[in-house]
């Protein structure tokens, strides 16, 4: 029972910071600049309460699962941690850019910020292809 559990609350937290990091992606790199101060400003509430805490969940519970239950030796796991590793980098440099754009609403995000969409995108689909099909 708690092992489904613990994964229902990964899941959970997965679904949360996915949802978070991919309406961070689309208002920093979609919206035009003019009208972005205003939504930068109230999204930033919403980013450090439920897209920052889904993160944290989402690291915490599979990690629980991963030292609980699975342990580390797949390599399914080892590749799924490399681009979970690379989605929590660009979390953090969306929360710069957004802290950044929302004193300079004309300042344009770093590359790496500005393909934020077909990041998330492919590590999603990648993470979800390791994580329920276990391939290697
Ligand atoms: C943050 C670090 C993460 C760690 C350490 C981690 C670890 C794990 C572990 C150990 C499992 C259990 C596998 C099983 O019970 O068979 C699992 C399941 C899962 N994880 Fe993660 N995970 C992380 C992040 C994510 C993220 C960001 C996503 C999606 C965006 C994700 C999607 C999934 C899915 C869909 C499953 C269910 C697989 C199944 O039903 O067999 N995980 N995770």
């Avoid at 939504?39 to 991963?66: C, E, N, P, Q």
């Avoid at 941690?81 to 344009?108: C, N, T, Y």
């Avoid at 998330?120 to 994580?131: E, F, G, N, P, S």
């Amino acid at each position: 029972m708690l092992y489904f559990t613990i994964k229902a609350l990964h899941q959970l937290s997965d679904f949360l910071l996915i949802g978070g990091m991919l309406i961070n992606a689309f208002v920093i790199s979609m919206v035009p600049p003019p009208i972005r101060v205003g939504v930068i400003v109230a999204l930033r509430k919403y980013d450090r309460t439920v897209t920052t805490a889904a993160l944290a969940g989402a690291w915490i519970f599979g990690l629980w699962l991963a030292f609980g239950y699975i342990g580390f030796s797949d390599g399914w796991l080892h590749a799924k941690l490399l681009l979970v590793v690379i989605l929590s980098a660009l979390h953090g440099m969306q929360q710069a850019a957004m802290r950044k754009m929302a004193a300079d609403p004309k300042l344009e995000p770093n590359a790496f910020v500005r393909i934020g969409m077909p990041t998330i995108l492919i590590c999603l689909v990648l993470i979800v292809a390791l994580a329920v099909i276990k391939p290697f």
